[in-house]
């Protein structure tokens, strides 16, 4: 079983907020960014406002934001472990061994 951390609107707000970001810091209206990237503006809107858009606009907006790389490492087999296999290895490892818990000259027996 995976355990997710993140529902998918989480994170289709994440990308969207991100899209937005890196267009606000190219200095480009949406109006500019739609012509570049060849999306429709209602789509780029949409996108910004409602976190909807296709897959080949959202890598056409992607390749004129300079993260297109970034859609190609997406369900990779070198992704990291789930949580559920991190927790299986985490109880297969040996305990640590802990430090004391009293206080320093404190008698621990009767």
């Given at each position: ?51 909807m858009i296709a897959l080949d606009s959202l890598l056409n907006l992607a390749l ?36 004391a818990t009293g206080r320093k000259g404190r008698s621990h027996g009767v």
């Open positions: 079983m995976t355990v997710y951390l993140r529902t998918v609107q989480e994170v289709q707000t994440g990308i969207a907020g991100r899209f937005k970001a890196r267009r606000l810091a190219k200095n480009l209206t949406q109006r500019e960014l739609a012509a570049r990237s060849g999306v429709t503006f209602s789509s780029l809107k949409r996108f910004e406002a409602r976190r004129v934001l300079n993260c297109l790389d970034d859609f190609d490492k997406l369900a990779m087999e070198s992704q990291p472990i789930s949580v559920t296999q991190s927790l299986d290895a985490l109880l297969a490892s040996p305990a640590l061994r802990r430090g």
